[in-house]
């Protein structure tokens, strides 16, 4: 008998199979031929269905409590809730002066101040330093009414001290520095002399006295992303 090929689907492979096996010597009137041909049949229908049910079985053995990859959540996270008292990105009008920089702008609200701090990046860690009563502005320049802002460090760092309010340097930060002082005649601001006061609003400046500088702290804050 020759031998035939039988596909089964369920068993994802091409079977090449004698049937022409069992009985060698079929009845001369071809009933044992067949008798073998449906028993073998029949067999190899059985076994792939047992095959087919353990490869389902081990199937969902292998997967149980995995995540399910094409449900996955592919959407980008949602950000952050931002607080007050963290620097977030802003845009904000100023007035022009000598020393205005036009780079990345933030602000946070400030507890101790009751007030908004808003950085202008001037390039580096160097910053031009405004404040507001209110997030929405309007930002006026920080002055300062013994010096050229070299304690208001302060308003960037929390760590920042000064013990001589003449050299920004002498808490430590080796790096500070300012720029050159501007005095701002005839201005709105907020001013203040010595570390830890509070700034204090002036709706018009005199002479001389009210000035500024740009500001390098050191350091370029942490910026919030909601």
Known sequence: ???????????????????????STPNPDGSGQDDALAGNLGQLLSDGADLGDTAEQDDSDTTAGAPDTDAADTDAPSGQTCTPDEW???????????????????????????LWVGLVHCGGTAMRIYLSANETG???????????????CELIDPNFTIPNEDDITSGGCTACATSINLPLEGVSGWYRAFFGEAFVYVDTTGAWSWQTSRIDCATDPAVCVP
């Open 138 to 152: 309007p930002y006026l320049p920080a002055l300062d009414v013994a010096g050229n802002g070299q304690d208001h």
């Open 1 to 23: 008998m020759r031998p035939i090929l039988l596909c089964v689907p369920f068993l994802s492979i091409a079977c090449a199979v004698d049937l022409n096996v069992g009985d």
């Open 88 to 114: 977030v990105a802003s845009n904000f009008s100023v007035p022009p002066d000598a020393l205005s920089c036009s780079g990345t702008q933030i602000v946070r609200f400030d507890a101790v101040q009751g």
